[in-house]
């Protein structure tokens, strides 16, 4: 049986195509970790919801307040091996878990403002107990991009 494509991680950028447009770059390279004094939420997510459901609340969020210092973000989420993290849709892994971040992001349950996100690194690694360490920082627009190729 041939085993699926499954990549180890992702890393997505939004840059400025032109004044009036932003551009995604899908990077060919492994995300770097984001800036130790950079961060301002960092969390272990123990059960990441598998799917996008509205009302989803995740108890590790309580007591964050919302990121609003500034209007770009980034995150990294860091799975274990087990998950697919190439899968975007309503039953992925992604969307579900960023959908219930609005507590952080701004927004309500349902309705996050994802699209301050200008910076998004999904990665796996040897993780094995089903969490996901989320990690939230200020991404000043179109400073540190990494580099494109193809």
């Given amino acids: 049986m041939t085993e699926l494509y499954r990549p180890r991680s992702i890393w997505l950028t939004m ?3 032109s004044e009036e ?3 995604m770059v899908l990077c060919h390279e492994p995300p770097a970790e984001p800036s130790a004094g950079t961060v301002r939420v960092d969390v ?14 995740l108890p590790e969020l309580a007591g964050h307040e919302e990121l609003s210092d ?7 989420l860091t799975f ?9 849709g309503f039953d992925g892994p ?3 878990l960023i959908d219930a971040m609005y507590p952080v992001l701004g927004g309500r349950s349902g309705h996050p403002a994802d699209h301050r996100l200008h910076d998004l690194r ?10 996901v360490r989320a990690r939230f920082w200020y991404s000043p627009e179109l400073k540190s991009q990494p580099n494109r190729t193809g």
């Fill in 44 to 57: 272990v997510i123990a059960n990441p919801p598998k799917s996008s459901i509205r009302g989803t609340n």
């Fill in 70 to 76: 500034e209007p770009w973000l980034g995150l990294d």
């Fill in 80 to 88: 274990g091996q087990e998950v697919d993290i190439g899968e975007f």
């Fill in 15 to 17: 840059e400025k195509t």
């Fill in 94 to 96: 992604v969307k579900g």
């Fill in 122 to 131: 999904i990665r796996r690694d040897v993780r094995d107990d089903g969490s």
């Fill in 21 to 23: 447009e932003k551009g």
